[in-house]
């Protein structure tokens, strides 16, 4: 009954601090208003300012910072106990990933619908604007390089998910057309798409697909080519036409998926098959880092990401219709990927103990736990995170009388789905980024959506390919990106602090305690990562983090500097407040 009881706590926490902390945040601090005019309205252009339901952006902005971040991160970081993982994802997302991804909503929101790497010039000045995205543009071709792998990886692990993941693409562009186009009820169709999806996910676990090798390319190095092709695609279109129906249809998933888990835990906690059997804290596990800073480095979007400003400032604030959606969308769907993360924490925790096949074997209880986290290695690995989820959850659902290839399916068809939107999202988002750079630099002919998705996805093809055609070149620089995201989360909440100062009052304090926290446990986090890669002799690994360090440094100082001026100078007005 301990995962029962872990679960129901940790959503009321979730409920109430949205109510509580979240409103007061949204009244009192960034005192949202109803009928201002926002960047979606004034700038409308039927392609990437479209004004929006906010169940509608919800659902895009949700399933655009969720991707695989609150799965991997948190299914790794039990290794070092689930009670540590557990208040982390909770404080951690409540007072920081939820103001942190607010915050940079509402303030895009204020400013044309910019990025925050563009915005920082006006909150900072204009020498950390170039810095700032230096960070932004490392990270998003990070993300862009190795999600192909990541969701190849998906694909390998779980072939019964390849036909649902691709046939969702012609169902959410059909429901785009009669929604935006003939006008139809939104509610309705999103039923019917929901359950064509969930047809499909049984239909692929009859006919699952493996990609072979095509001549010299390996099936992941296929797979890469592919889905950047797609999201090269997916990036230019208008967001009516395959973004937003997509993620809505994507939404709905995530409602059945964490309803299906939901009723497999207490079923399950009921029955007496379900029993938390990871140890609550574990200081030292084998081969692992110190839980110091490294804890919060490792569950990222369970609890806080940097990601996630770039999606707030990047789609979803040329979408939100009024300032009073701004909570709803920002706020709550931080809270809610902290509920999903909690979910992850007990399957990986408890699910996990109800089976868990390994050479021929199947071990259950606290076994099962010890083999799968016998060490860090073993545990920190795309697939063995994955595998550990997805396990636990197929274990919890399959009590509900759901078939386990089929609760294994469902699961699968989720997380690949996820990441598919992570991919086309980070796509998009790194064009603004080179369109904002490029209109400074007065090269306009970047400013082009199709030049500068080029130039986002060439990159990126450029990183994933640079190791050979297996399409894992990415992998070099994945050691960096968690320290990386959420360097980025600490320079974010640095833009968003000097934002509120300029407001008046205390106020600032709301994200500058969390700026502070971050920033210090980066850091830390970085230059322990500096002293491994040059005690091991990764010569770009240490050259790059070591530019990431200085530019840290960089912009807190400017920030500092900025923070004591702001009550000697005129305060920077919004331009649209």
Avoid at 16 to 23: C, D, S
Avoid at 25 to 37: A, P, S, V, Y
Avoid at 276 to 303: E, S
Avoid at 501 to 509: C, L, V
Wanted: hydrophobic share 55%; with cysteine.
């Amino acid at each position: 009954m301990d995962a029962l009881l872990l679960m129901i706590v940790a959503f009321v926490g979730y409920i109430a601090m949205y109510r509580l902390y979240g409103r007061y945040i949204g009244r009192k601090i960034f005192e949202l208003t109803t009928g201002t005019q926002v960047p979606a309205k004034t700038y409308e252009d039927g392609v990437d300012f479209v004004p929006t339901k906010k169940e509608v952006i919800f659902g895009h902005h949700y399933t655009s910072i969720a991707g695989t971040g609150p799965i991997v991160g948190p299914a790794v970081a039990i290794i070092w106990g689930w009670i540590p993982a557990m208040i982390w994802i909770f404080v951690g997302s409540v007072v920081m990933g939820a103001v942190h991804d607010f915050g940079a909503l509402i303030i895009s929101m204020r400013n044309q619908g910019k990025s925050i790497s563009d915005y920082t010039a006006k909150y900072i000045n204009a020498r950390t604007k170039f810095l700032f995205f230096i960070i932004v543009f490392l990270e998003l071709l990070i993300v862009i390089a190795i999600f192909g792998l990541v969701i190849a990886v998906i694909f390998n692990i779980f072939p019964a998910s390849v036909f649902p993941v691709w046939m969702e693409i012609p169902i959410a562009i059909a429901l785009g057309y009669l929604v935006y186009k003939k006008g139809q009820s939104i509610t309705g169709l999103s039923i019917v798409a929901i359950i064509l999806m969930y047809v499909t996910v049984v239909m692929g676990v009859y006919m699952p697909i493996k990609m072979s090798a095509i001549g010299a390319i390996p099936a992941t190095g296929v797979w890469s080519l592919i889905l950047l092709a797609y999201a090269f695609i997916a990036s230019v279109l208008p967001v009516t036409t395959l973004l937003q129906p997509r993620d809505f249809i994507n939404s709905h998933q995530l409602i059945v998926a964490m309803v299906l888990l939901i009723g497999g835990v207490f079923v399950a906690a009921f029955t007496g098959q379900l029993e938390i059997v990871a140890p609550g804290v574990q200081m030292n596990p084998a081969q692992a880092p110190a839980m110091w800073p490294f804890l919060f480095i490792t569950i990222a979007c369970g609890a806080i990401s940097g990601f996630h400003s770039l999606v707030s400032s990047g789609t979803s604030s040329k979408q939100v219709s009024d300032e009073s959606d701004a909570l709803f969308v920002g706020y709550g769907s931080m809270l809610m990927e902290g509920a999903l993360a909690t979910l992850v924490v007990i399957a990986v925790a408890a699910g996990i103990g109800m089976g868990y096949k390994t050479d021929g074997q199947i071990l259950t209880g606290s076994s099962a736990w010890t083999t799968h986290y016998a060490s860090w290695a073993a545990a920190k690995g795309l697939g063995s995170k994955i595998d550990a989820f997805v396990t636990g959850s197929a274990n919890m659902i399959s009590t509900l009388g759901l078939p386990m290839e089929w609760a294994v399916a469902v699961m699968g068809v989720f997380v690949a789905s996820f990441a598919g939107t992570t991919l086309d999202t980070a796509t998009r988002i790194q064009r603004y980024v080179v369109t904002e750079l490029f209109a400074d630099l007065k090269m306009p002919w970047f400013e082009n959506r199709f030049v500068a998705t080029f130039l986002a996805v060439f990159t990126a093809a450029l990183l994933a390919f640079a190791s050979g055609a297996d399409g894992k070149g990415a992998l070099a620089l994945w050691p960096l990106f968690g320290a990386v995201n959420q360097t980025l989360a600490a320079l974010a909440l640095i833009v968003i602090t000097m934002y509120l100062k300029t407001k008046g009052g205390m106020r600032w304090m709301v994200a500058g305690i969390p700026a502070v926290f971050m920033l210090v446990m980066t850091l830390w986090a970085t230059i322990l990562n500096e002293i491994q890669f040059i005690s091991s002799g990764k010569t770009l690994l240490m050259i790059i983090n070591s530019i990431v360090i200085l530019i840290v440094i960089a912009i807190a100082f400017e920030g500092l500097i900025r923070f004591f001026r702001i009550g000697e100078e005129p305060a920077a007005r919004p331009s649209v407040v």
